[in-house]
């Protein structure tokens, strides 16, 4: 019995072992040279209409001071913007910007968004950054962080210069003109 019991504790002991297969000893990382990409294009985010690219998915259910406008604070929409060459829609689209957005200002009416620029045409197809960052709307010019990326913009990093081309506070509607600086790998 008691033999019975040591083996059985030296089996138990080998089994508790961690197998060490799922990594291997490796060189410390040296990134290759950093790449440094302007980009320039148009967001269209759409509230109003029969086919809107910012929908509501959540909503305070109070009174705040913006209760009169098509984004009242605390609300949360969530995003499928066409991205654009030029101001039109007809310039061409080149991808599209998923993602949330959440009207955050009390007193001055201001976003967080949490955008994914993906690039659907040309040389980027497949590539994509992300943003995560405070969007005060009410500024004609603002500044947003990219904070990652893919594909061709692997661990990106920089900023998007952020000029409303056009602002509608009653519909909610907005064209954003978009100068992107990216460093990645």
Known sequence: M???LVLTLILGLCAAIPCHGYYSESKPYVPPAEKVTQLHFFLHDTLSGKDPTAVLVARPNFTTAFNNTP???GSVFATD????VGPNL???VI????GLWASTGQDVLSLVVYWDFGFTRGKLNGSS???????PITQTEREAAVV???????MAKGFAQLKSYVADFTTGDAIVECNVTLVHY
Do not use: K, W
Request: aromatic residues 12%.
């Open 148 to 154: 990652g990326g893919r594909g061709e913009f692997r």
């Open 129 to 135: 950054f992300s943003m995560f960052s405070r969007d």
């Open 95 to 98: 991808g599209n910007a998923q």
């Open 81 to 84: 913007d066409l991205l654009t």
């Open 2 to 4: 008691e033999g019975r």
């Open 90 to 92: 007809t310039s061409g």
């Open 71 to 73: 984004i009242p604070f």
